[in-house]
């Protein structure tokens, strides 16, 4: 594989390339280096799940610079990882630092310092007014499977319940909750767990065909008047799960009062309530978390992706007495590495100095008004939704049946792609919009800009 000879973007020392501004392509896309990545990737990496044909050489703020040279505009942030922004100088300099002290040295079994001011930081920025503590893991799945256990533990009952179309993760402990797409569960057996689900809550396609606010929250008291009469007795069950807003399943936001109806339903049953911030917290909705936004506090909190900005952390946030009673029930070797909670406290620092939260809501609410406008424009356009900057649009053939147009969405993907803007689908038509917090108003003006010409070239060619 042939190497680049451009010397690496250093998001330290301030690049002409990171001063450049708009998007910029020098070769289709992808392009040959890129094609060779792809090619030996395909022969040695397992099937898995890549979205799209773009390799990344090297990052700053909103801006990947790809293999061949082209400057693409990104509107993923790594899966919503890079909230702060690719290569944040203030986080990388904490990472430099700290790698060169120390490395490694088990947090689970030995003590450093930063791994506590991480835990007390985050208990504190966490919803939740009593005594919280935290377990350090290494990803989202993780954070998962640790809230799974603590409430399995205490409560010692078999049922979990969670939402159809939540993504939770893929071990086999978190594939009892998930169930965004069968391909995710088929052949794992993953219906064994104890884990039973109830349908998501979605205004756009009401599962109950009602509308709110007439439906009186059918979609959360349906779980004592149906599902509590019938398939699962309420004293069996540890912990309900659900994402404050449902993120793969594609951005879907419960309407006012879901949570607090569901919270007064599982309470009188002694159930835990986790809420799974993996995709949703660390500031993307403009609240650090983004069930702030619906005003009840979980038992057990989960976060990770940009909670690291790019280095591998997760946190399980939880009721102070939720904690097991002796050491050994549940540990790691990695959780809470120094170097990457170095990152996380430095990330958590960037995202109070330079007020990410409100520019999340302010650049958030840009976002959903530009896009609303490509709606008028675009019928195919048949929902925009979110919170902050956690947007998407869910594409439909017509606005009067709302039949998910899946390949049309698959063929924007593409057209986007060559035209260097970076998107990642979710759900089942829809496109997700998440650009990095640090992202300015010019930026996502041109997101969007590019986002409509895809749209139109797409829908020519349909
Ligand atoms: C809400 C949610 N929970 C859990 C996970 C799993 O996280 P990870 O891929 O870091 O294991 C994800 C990943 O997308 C997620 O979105």
Known sequence: MSQSARPPMDPAESTPEAAVRGVRIVTPIPGPKAREIVAADRRYLMTSTKAAPVAAESASGVWVRDVDGNRLLDFTSGVGVVNTGHCHPDVVRAIREQTGRLMHFAGTDFYYENQTRLARELTEITPGSFEKKVFFSNSGTETVEAALKIARFQRQRPITIGLLGAFHGRSTGALTVTSSKPVQRARYQAYAGGGHHIPAPNCFRCPYKL??????????????????????????????????????????????????????????????????????????????????????????LTSAKALGSGLPIGATVFRSELDYPKQGSHSNTFGGNVVAVAGALATLDVIRR?????????????????????????????????????????????????????????????????????????????????????VKAEEIDEGVEILDAAIGAARRGQ
């Open 354 to 438: 330079e007020d990410l939260l409100k520019n999340a809501t302010v650049q958030g609410a840009l976002l959903k008004r530009r896009l609303e406008e490509l709606q008028v424009k675009h019928e195919v356009i048949g929902d925009v939704r979110g919170l902050g900057l956690m947007v998407a649009t869910e594409f439909v053939t017509s606005r009067s049946d709302k039949t998910p147009a899946v390949a049309l969405r698959d063929r924007i993907l593409e057209e986007a792609h060559r035209r260097g803007l970076v998107l990642l689908p979710c759900g089942k038509s829809s496109i997700r919009y998440i650009p990095p917090l640090v």
């Open 211 to 300: 509308e709110y606010p007439s439906c009186d929250l059918y979609c959360a008291k349906v779980l004592k008047e149906l599902y509590f009469e019938t398939s699962i007795p309420p004293d069996d069950v540890a912990a309900f799960i659900a994402e404050p807003v449902l993120g793969e399943g594609g951005y879907i936001v419960p309407p006012k009062g879901w949570h607090q109806e569901i919270l007064k339903i599982v309470k009188e049953h002694g159930i835990l309530f986790i809420d799974d911030e993996v995709q949703a917290g660390i500031g993307r909705t403009g609240k650090w978390f983004a069930i702030e936004h619906h005003g009840v506090e979980p038992d057990i």
